[in-house]
């Protein structure tokens, strides 16, 4: 199994401004995903973020607005840019684990909401 | 695209009763299939992982069964507490090779009642 842990857990942010959450795995990992989920809403992915490269974004999620660092094989960074109200969501980061189980593991998420 | 629906979409029932929740997957070539427990506002849960060539798999109260042929899985929780109080979600792992090919339901949220 994998334990995630995400900072911040929560956070209330004025419009136009930027949010940063951390992602870190307790151990080393190809791939890490990152969630939204809206109110009342199910999970989207936003990117896979791959160690080395630049993330992969899926439609509808623009790096200018969801840039993402992955430094090394255990953490990563999503930020969320120039907020408005709409972006008030949990922000969950996901790994897989070993085949040939390939289980998901999520973090605790970052809820944030922007006022 | 694979879809996945949960049914029913809310359920409340009272201490001690067994209860079934459902999943249903337009596509059966799965890799797996997973379901989660989510408290409000936090993350994911991981309950139970059944693989696409098993039937079902136990854990404690919770027993979750996979029709892939028939697209269905269901989620047994016996003698329900107040703390199963939860969304539960489940999520279907394509067979393809790729990052987004995980694929969940809207979840169904269960209120036990004591």
């Known amino acids: 199994s994998a334990v995630i842990s995400q900072k911040p857990s929560r956070d209330i942010c004025q419009r136009g401004t930027s949010l940063t959450i951390q992602c870190q795995v307790d151990s080393q990992v190809t791939m890490m995903f990152w969630y939204r989920q809206q109110p009342g809403q199910s999970l989207t992915l936003i990117a896979t973020a791959n160690q080395g490269s630049e993330a992969t974004y899926e439609s509808g999620f623009v790096i200018d607005k969801f840039p993402i660092s992955r430094p090394n094989l255990t953490f990563s960074t999503l930020t969320v840019s120039n907020m408005s109200p709409e972006d008030s969501s949990i922000y969950l980061c996901s790994v897989t684990g070993l085949p040939p189980y390939n289980e998901q593991f999520f973090g605790p998420g970052t809820r944030l909401t922007v006022l | 695209k694979q879809e996945v629906t949960q049914i029913p979409a809310a359920l409340s029932v009272p201490e001690g009763e067994n209860l079934v929740l459902n999943c249903s997957f337009t596509d059966s070539a799965i890799y797996n299939l997973q379901w989660f427990r989510q408290d409000p506002g936090k993350g994911l849960t991981s309950l139970l992982l059944?693989?696409?060539?098993?039937r079902e798999q136990t854990s404690g109260r919770l027993n979750a069964s996979l029709d892939k042929s028939s697209g269905r899985s269901t989620l047994y929780i016996a003698a329900s507490q107040p703390g199963d109080s939860a969304t539960y979600l489940c999520a279907v792992k394509g067979d393809q090779t790729g990052a987004n090919n995980l694929f969940f339901g809207t979840g169904t949220r269960l209120t036990v009642i004591p």
């Open positions: 059944i693989q696409s060539s098993q």
